[in-house]
């Protein structure tokens, strides 16, 4: 990440996903990145309306953004991963399976595979605005 950019993060996370709740919610991740800033998108409207308006879909992926910079699926994922130090099992398997951009866009569709069963398990839509 720049050096010169706002240092607060923000992840905008499904909340509705069980897997994507435990992520985001993870003491590691929590305490483990300053500034870090976790909302549940699913939950707050107008947030899925502007990250839509911007390309950036919630039903496609988590969101990282740090002022105008903003990171999707994948992406999101393998910035979170590059900051944490995990010391919990998801997590220590999660931080080297995305350690690289090629690597993360390969394995984040079996992610969304996950959250996709997780909400139909839970009928839920997998777009939160499409009720």
Do not use: T
């Not at 979170?80 to 569709?109: E, I, T």
């Amino acid at each position: 990440m720049e050096s010169n950019a706002p240092r607060l993060l923000r992840l905008v996370y499904d909340g509705g996903c069980p897997f994507c709740r435990h992520f985001a919610l993870s003491s590691e991740l929590r305490g483990g990145i300053p500034d870090l800033q976790i909302v549940d998108g699913r939950a707050d409207a107008a947030l899925r309306l502007e990250l839509r308006e911007r390309g950036l879909p919630l039903a496609q992926g988590a969101v990282l953004l740090q002022g105008e910079r903003a990171w999707h699926g994948a992406e999101a994922v393998r910035q979170l991963c590059a900051l944490m130090r995990p010391s919990g099992p998801l997590l220590q398997l999660l931080v080297p399976l995305f350690d690289g951009p090629a690597r993360s866009r390969r394995l984040y569709p079996l992610l969304l595979g996950a959250r996709r069963l997780a909400l139909a398990f839970k009928r839920l839509p997998v777009d939160p605005d499409r009720v």
